[in-house]
């Protein structure tokens, strides 16, 4: 008989409390907060462009190359990051019993991803309703990770869809959300009311 508890949509998202240190969510903002000046593009029409509207936030694209090949010698804060998703990836996969550990987590850990993108979220920043997999992206991504970085800000929630309702992911610092990038999962950032919100996130495919 088929187990359909086991297939509602919300088993499909993972929050990961104090999944990530203070130190190291610390470590990113210090290491990557000033660089981040670039406005955060989407795709639109078959086109990448800046649309404050729909994407108003802060952007900046980090070169992992050297840390998704395990080069454990590197102790920059990026790469522990790196290393942190890959495991809790492990874990929720095995939690769903979804049998991808060898595929994804391997291709992740061999360079086959999109690295890691800091994000900053400064008073009104926000992200419009979406989901992260589209034919204009560069690797069919299958599970998106999001970090939160700190939490002494204001708005600047999680917002994702499952079917009639929603799920609001409230921030706090070293949290981790794990969902399906597909369109099943559509979701949005609530604006920021006070203080800048700091973020990463990336893609197993």
């Known amino acids: 008989m088929l187990d359909t508890d086991g297939l509602q ?16 969510c610390q470590n990113l903002i210090t290491e990557y907060a000033e660089a981040c000046q670039e406005n955060a593009p989407v795709v639109s029409e078959g086109k990448v462009t800046v649309r404050q509207n729909s994407w108003d936030a802060k ?17 920059s804060p990026i790469t522990s990051l790196i290393l942190a998703m890959y495991k809790l990836v492990d874990e929720y996969l095995y939690q769903r019993d979804l049998d991808l550990q060898n595929t994804i987590s391997k291709k992740f850990s061999n360079g086959e991803s999109e690295g890691v993108r800091f994000l900053r979220y400064d008073l009104g920043g926000h992200g419009a309703m979406h989901s992260d997999q589209s034919p204009a992206t560069a690797n069919h991504r299958i599970l998106t990770c999001s970090i939160n970085l700190n939490d002494n800000y204001g708005g ?44 990463a996130i990336t893609w197993f495919s």
């Open 156 to 199: 600047g929630e999680t917002l994702i869809l499952r079917g009639d309702s929603q799920v609001k992911v409230r921030p706090k610092e070293g949290k981790v959300i794990i969902f399906p990038s597909n369109f099943l999962f559509p979701h949005a950032i609530t604006p920021v009311t006070s203080g800048t919100r700091y973020q």
């Open 59 to 75: 952007l900046l694209l980090l070169n992992t190359e050297t840390e998704r090949k395990n080069n454990i010698d590197d102790d």
């Open 9 to 24: 949509l919300k088993n499909y998202i993972g929050v990961y409390e104090n999944a990530i240190s203070a130190e190291l």
